[in-house]
């Protein structure tokens, strides 16, 4: 099993940067791809950005591409998304997933989630 935690968000003005944080526990964490959603008001969960268990892999979602950076450090059983170029429409409470199988865009195939951390850009 594993549990995640998201840790990191807040507001910040637009153009700014920001880093969360997904701090697993478990032993087996590094047979996990992780992936970041991001949820908005009213909208559905969304892919943002995924990885693969040793970090080598990167997938990223058209609309954050070249902005964000996700990567992870299996030692310290941490997931990171570093953000830059901070865009209103890039508010949403953020979450991680962790999948068993492989690296994925698709919500329903992660096992386990965190409660989520909210991003606020401001214009």
């Known amino acids: 099993q594993v549990q995640l935690v998201e840790s990191g968000g807040g507001l910040v003005q637009a153009g700014g940067s920001l880093r969360l944080s997904c701090a697993a526990s478990?032993?087996?964490?590094?047979?996990?791809?992780v992936g970041w959603f991001r949820q908005a008001p009213g909208k559905e969960r969304e892919f943002v950005a995924g990885i693969s268990l040793g970090g080598g892999t990167t997938y990223y979602a058209d609309s954050v591409k070249g902005r964000f950076t996700i990567s992870r450090d299996n030692a310290k059983m941490t997931v990171y998304l570093q953000m830059s170029s901070l865009k209103p429409e890039d508010t949403a409470v953020y979450y991680c997933g962790a999948n068993r199988f492989k690296i994925s865009r698709e919500e329903y195939e992660y096992d386990y989630w965190g409660q989520g951390t909210q991003v606020t850009v401001s214009s």
């Open positions: 478990g032993r087996t964490f590094s047979t996990y791809t």
